[in-house]
Structures are given as structure tokens and as C-alpha cells.
């Protein structure tokens, strides 16, 4: 039979083995296990709507992280969001015509900026601006948009 304190050092390394994996999950839901960027260079975008969109949120590309959100304002003059990027220095080809798409990803709902590559022989420099963009969907619009619609199809024809 197991005497009492070895019985009390198992459930200490079990409690303490929890308390690390709960650190780890924050750590990992809180996007704070990657590295920063290096050697990065700051492009920005316009959108109409950010949705949940955060600061540090990931910028990708074909599924890989690229950068990070390192910033978003709000434009008085064109009453839009202006998100200035970090990607990071080993991505300096990426096609001037590109378009930057506000995604969501997982159960979790985290947002990010997803980048559709264009086709133009010219790249990205820093301070450039992405042409095309696509803003977020707003969950409550699309409902509002299907009971409009269904509302409409149900209305009695004249």
C-alpha cells in the first residue's frame, strides 16, 4: 500500500502538471507563443469593417503566418479602419497587387488578415497600401439579411 506522502507528492506533480498545461492554453489562445517579427517592414489596408480584429492579431498567407497586426485607427476623412501590418523581413515578394481579406479561424472565432497573392511583377515595399480588400462579415447582417429575404419570398404576390 502507497503511504500517505507519496500518495501527496503524485497529487502535488498531477495539480502542478495542470496548472502548466492551463499556461500553456492561455498562452497559446492569447497568441503569445510566437516570436515577433524580424527584420519587418509596415504595409497597411483599408476596410469598412474590422469586426473583431485585434492588435498582434496573425497576418497570413497560403495558411503560414507572415506577421502581425501592429496597429488600427480609425480614418475621420474616409470613415474606414486603417490597419498598418508587420510582415516579417523574409516575405519581401509579395505581389504589389495582392488583396487582404479579414478571416476567422477556428472554434475560438479568432480573427486575422488572410492575403491573396496578385499577379503583378512589382512587390510590397514598406508604407505601401493594399488596393483591394475585404472587410468582415458581420454575423448579425447575414441573419438580417436571410429573414429579409425569406420575408420577401413569403409575401403574397399582386
Do not use: C
Amino acid at each position: 500500500m502507497i503511504n500517505r506522502k507519496s500518495l501527496e507528492l503524485w497529487v502535488g506533480l498531477f495539480v502542478a502538471a495542470g496548472i502548466l498545461a492551463l499556461a500553456m492554453l492561455a498562452f497559446k489562445v492569447g497568441n503569445l507563443t510566437s516570436a515577433d517579427v524580424m527584420d519587418g517592414y509596415k504595409v497597411t489596408a483599408r476596410f469598412d469593417n474590422v469586426g473583431g480584429l485585434k492588435v498582434k492579431a496573425a497576418v497570413t498567407m497560403a495558411g503560414v503566418r507572415i506577421g502581425r497586426v501592429s496597429a488600427i485607427a480609425f480614418d475621420n476623412k474616409k470613415y474606414q479602419a486603417l490597419v498598418t501590418m508587420d510582415v516579417d523581413g523574409r516575405y519581401q515578394h509579395i505581389p504589389k497587387d495582392s488583396s487582404a481579406s479579414i478571416l476567422t479561424s477556428g472554434l475560438l472565432g479568432d480573427q486575422y488578415i488572410g492575403i491573396e497573392p496578385g499577379g503583378d511583377d512589382a512587390s510590397l515595399k514598406s508604407g505601401d497600401t493594399f488596393l483591394r480588400t475585404q472587410s468582415a462579415l458581420v454575423l448579425e447582417k447575414l441573419i438580417g439579411q436571410v429573414i429579409f429575404n425569406k420575408a420577401g419570398e413569403s409575401a403574397p404576390a399582386k
